[in-house]
């Protein structure tokens, strides 16, 4: 089990996925998951792109596997979550990877490769906003002053359970997936999960987009509740080089309800600039 020593007496847990050719030099893809989630919501993808690629699947600091007590407001910064990953590619002897973040994962690979350029050689979104929208902030409120109100009010299984039923993944559809969604999530330690709330609502990605020279591919789903039209267009129009595809469903999760439609595109693109 696979760690990364940080400052501050802080480790990151990390998995690798690695089916390839032993004497193939196969290229490294960073799968990041999204707020308040771990490395093992990407479980759906490991099957069709192992054989592809060595895939690392990182646990943001505070959430999966994590070990360490974190400052947070010291500790945990959009510029903290980079450097993790910055360590994590020098700790694995990687020069550059293909990227894929899902959610905040994606708005730190727009992070990543807007700071760093030469380490990134593809980037891929999946259902990742530049920024959360006030009214998305309203309804992730649920009534309350805020969300991380709403978080601390009602807990953070009643919140998640409620606003995945809403906007991430439909509970009638795939139950189980919705109840091991909820279980998966609801682990983390609920300070935290506030604390990095806070730090995604005021995250805006904007600023990055013109920075940006690796190619990059979206994956988002059809008239999303979190990724609106409108920030479509500013990837759109931000990126120099950017493919949109989109998923047939409104809600959020694309990768764990589309993952072969999604893991099929990124195979695709990431051959194409190989």
Request: charged share 25%; net charge negative; hydrophobic share 40%.
């Amino acid at each position: 089990m696979p760690f990364l020593d940080r400052p501050g007496g802080l480790s990151i847990h990390y998995e690798i996925d690695d089916s390839t050719d032993p004497w193939s030099d196969a290229p490294t893809l960073i799968l990041q998951h999204g707020n308040g989630r771990s490395g093992k919501f990407w479980y759906r993808w490991i099957p069709y792109l192992s054989r592809h690629f060595r895939i690392v699947r990182p646990d943001m600091r505070g959430l999966g596997k994590f070990r360490g007590n974190l400052d947070l407001d010291r500790d945990l910064t959009l510029d903290a979550l980079v450097g993790d990953l910055m360590a994590l590619l020098d700790e694995l002897g990687a020069d550059n990877v293909h990227y894929c973040g899902e959610s905040m994962g994606g708005i730190l690979g727009l992070a990543l490769a807007a700071q760093h350029p030469a380490r990134v050689r593809t980037l891929t979104l999946v259902a990742s906003p530049v920024f959360i929208e006030e009214g998305m902030k309203q309804r992730y409120a649920l009534g309350h002053g805020s969300r991380t109100d709403a978080m601390e009010a009602l807990g953070i299984r009643e919140w998640v359970a409620t606003t995945t039923r809403g906007t991430r993944i439909p509970e009638d559809e795939e139950p189980d997936l919705f109840e091991w969604y909820v279980d998966e999530f609801s682990k983390g330690d609920p300070v935290v999960q506030v604390a990095m709330s806070k730090l995604v609502n005021a995250a805006n990605a904007s600023d990055f987009l013109p920075m940006i020279r690796a190619p990059v591919l979206g994956l988002y789903p059809t008239s999303g509740q979190i990724t609106s039209a409108a920030q479509e267009r500013l990837l759109a129009e931000g990126l120099s080089d950017f493919e949109l595809i989109h998923l047939p469903t409104p809600y959020h999760m694309v990768h764990l309800l589309y993952p072969k439609e999604c893991t099929k595109a990124l195979l695709q693109f990431c051959m194409r600039h190989a």
